[in-house]
């Protein structure tokens, strides 16, 4: 294992109110900001915070702009926001988002599905979107995410060379950051393991972030394979919240609490409080009634001793 | 991570008939024989069938000889069972188990409670029943189990260089195989790495087996941990049943086709197969209607794509 000594800090970013809820009912503005706040006071720095794509695709996004201004003004965090192509973009532009999470899908199929775009046309859209920005004294940085990078539903295996492909495309275009997603949940560790490393290898020191479904339980596991590669940005949802609508099968992310969990464990600094964050996710069965959460932390609570019966 | 190029063998040790229902209603003994022989059916090759402990303290085990009588019959597997001391030790040998689990608790108060014993008193039973062996022309293995290896619910933290010191006394004394046990599931993959890592420094060649259970959800990444530090064998149990009664907080053991998936990506042979234990699983549910399963490749199915829409 890597001894970490000069490496110990790492991001989380909560993506609850992005992939978590976009199969969901639509929640309240306020609802959103709440989970928001909560979280955030638990120390978490970084928020992927909506999506920016039509109402008619997925409704819950409904109230980006309002949901991006509300944040802005109860907390300082980094808030990112998705989007499929340049209109979304320049939505999130004008919403005032920091960082803007461009998806790019590595398999044509979910691609069409996903954004009724090919993998080609979303790569020219990051790289227009780019070049379109270069006269911003102050642009929001630009994350490359390369959906369906370890399988997908449709089609399958994925080819990890079309992915290692796509994101020296997408550094080249100048994006502040790229990701890998496990959007459907087929990767293990050795999977994640190879192509981290094969991706550090490619981008240089451009950082990398990881998005896990727990699909098939292997989560945590390819946490930790990413974190022997070297990433040291990760993506979860509270509670587990999640599932792709355009990818049949896939359930929630990982959940944030067992996430952070890991990486206090493994000797990295998130600056969030584990505890204040179960609290946050507390909360969240008053938010999501309806809605089974998952993670294993919340229900056995932090190693500690119980008094002597 | 490891190339495994020589090394691409695995073990996997069922226990849900050990671990997995102690804490259960008694299931009958033709109950326990057809979960046996549907697992065996699937490539399980070893089992640790009873536990050779009085029927007062654990009913479930009322019918341990009929048990390893049964499994005999019926498929040729590794039969192993779990005992707390000499007593035990006779009535596993005489029932004809090829593998006795011996365990010896790192925590004095868990040792009280679940063996009424001391951890020096076991080492010594460990000891004595080794040497009192050494006439027979085959005796069975003696696998030295070190319980709350990785903490206690009771005294928090354990000593891992206790631990260690309690595994170069077991090696010494011969045992053929050394565990180390998550008995309450406080292990995360940073611990798992060390222990396992000077484990291996401290007994040699000895087999080396994992047990862990998935309370905090870190078992998958505990796996992983343990397989980069050169662990082979491992414990699980089918649809994560199981739990310590003397344990409180204690949660199930990790899912044997959660483990075996891992294992499978991982590029490890364990000569089970995956979809014929899934079924094994299903049966479960008949077996144990009332019992929660746990494991999450149960939910999902093995990786592959779907039919287009």
């Given amino acids: 294992m890597n001894t970490l000594a000069n490496d110990r800090q790492v991001a989380v970013r909560e993506v609850g109110l992005r992939d978590g809820i976009q199969s969901l009912a639509p929640l309240a503005t306020e609802q959103k900001l709440e989970w928001f706040r909560r979280e955030a006071a638990a120390g978490v720095r970084a928020f992927e915070i909506t999506s920016f794509v039509p109402a008619r695709v997925i409704p819950q996004f409904y109230d980006a702009e309002q949901v991006v201004a509300g944040a802005r003004a109860k907390a300082q965090s980094v808030l990112s926001a998705l989007v499929l192509n340049d209109k979304g973009a320049r939505r999130a532009i004008d919403a005032g988002v920091q960082s803007i999470t461009f998806v790019v899908s590595a398999s044509a199929t979910h691609s069409g599905k996903n954004a009724r775009t090919t993998p080609e046309e979303a790569l020219s859209a990051v790289e227009a979107l780019i070049a379109s920005l270069a006269a911003m004294s102050e642009r929001p940085q630009i994350s490359g995410a390369i959906s369906t990078a370890f399988g997908c539903t449709y089609e399958g295996k994925v080819d990890p060379g ?63 394979a990413a974190l022997e590669a070297g990433v040291r940005r990760f993506d979860a949802s509270l509670g587990g919240v999640g599932g792709c609508p355009f990818a049949p099968g896939a359930t929630g992310n990982i959940a944030t609490e067992d996430l952070c969990f890991l990486l206090e464990e493994y000797g990295l600094q998130s600056g969030i409080d584990l505890e204040r964050l179960l609290e946050a996710r507390r909360s969240l069965t008053e938010l999501l009634p309806d809605e089974p959460l998952h993670g294993a932390l919340s229900r056995a609570g932090i190693p500690r001793p119980v008094a002597l019966q």
Same sequence: chains 1, 2.
Avoid at 196 to 221: C, E, Q, W, Y
């Fill in 162 to 224: 079309r992915v290692l492909a796509m994101a020296e495309r997408l550094a080249k275009a100048g994006v502040d950051e790229i990701g890998l997603a496990d959007t459907v949940g087929f990767a293990g560790p050795r999977q994640v393991h190879n192509l981290f490393s094969n991706l550090r290898k490619a981008v240089g020191n451009l950082p990398i972030t990881a998005h896990f479904h727990d699909t098939r339980g292997m989560g945590m596991a390819n946490v930790l």
